[in-house]
């Protein structure tokens, strides 16, 4: 399984140097038959090593749960729910900054609208059971960051990318 923890890793290292984390925040998970690959509670984002990668059931609970993300709940329904095999939860500002003052955000760039069409700011209770995710593939928490899901980290990565360089579109175009 070097290749997920592989790729964990590159995802991490990504998402630090676009800026969607600080170097505490945000998680990645892959799944793999039934086990899940998730990163680490308060892991470093920008020097990630295999070290940071904890293996737990996908369903069902175990005693490395704790050194796990906290967001372990919503990384296993995620993908139960979805039928994909990665969740990438990111808090980028962009996009954090407009979900305070939307319950939809529309991208109006050409490429945000071609791959996004509209992303969904909801509260956190809607992606603890994971059941948005059986139709969404990415959502805004209000207030708090975003979590995309996907076949692999890359695929879940770029849709959040995509949304924070739309949102920072519209802010710059805003003069903000």
């Known amino acids: 399984m070097n290749w997920i923890v592989r790729d964990i890793l590159s995802v991490c290292d990504l998402m630090f140097k676009e800026g969607l984390v600080d170097q505490r925040a945000g998680n990645v998970s892959y799944a793999f038959g039934e086990d899940l690959y998730i990163t680490r509670s ?3 984002k920008g020097s990630l090593s295999k070290h940071d990668i904890v293996k737990v059931p996908l369903r069902g609970k175990s005693v490395l749960d704790e050194r796990a993300s906290s967001e372990i709940k919503v990384h296993r329904s995620a993908i139960v729910k979805s039928g994909k095999r990665s969740v990438v939860h990111a808090h980028p500002v962009a996009t954090v900054c407009l979900s305070f003052e939307r319950e939809l955000i529309v991208p109006k760039d050409s490429e945000g609208k071609t791959i996004l069409g509209k992303v969904r700011v909801v509260d956190y ?3 603890l059971n994971g059941h948005i995710f059986s139709k969404e593939m990415i959502v805004v928490v209000k207030e708090h960051g975003v979590f995309a899901v996907g076949d692999t980290p890359f695929e879940a990565l770029q849709l959040i ?5 739309s949102c920072k579109i519209e802010l ?3 003069g903000l």
Do not use: K, M
């Open 42 to 44: 308060g892991s470093i």
């Open 125 to 127: 209770s809607e992606v």
């Open 161 to 165: 990318s995509v949304l924070e360089h």
């Open 172 to 174: 710059w175009s805003r």
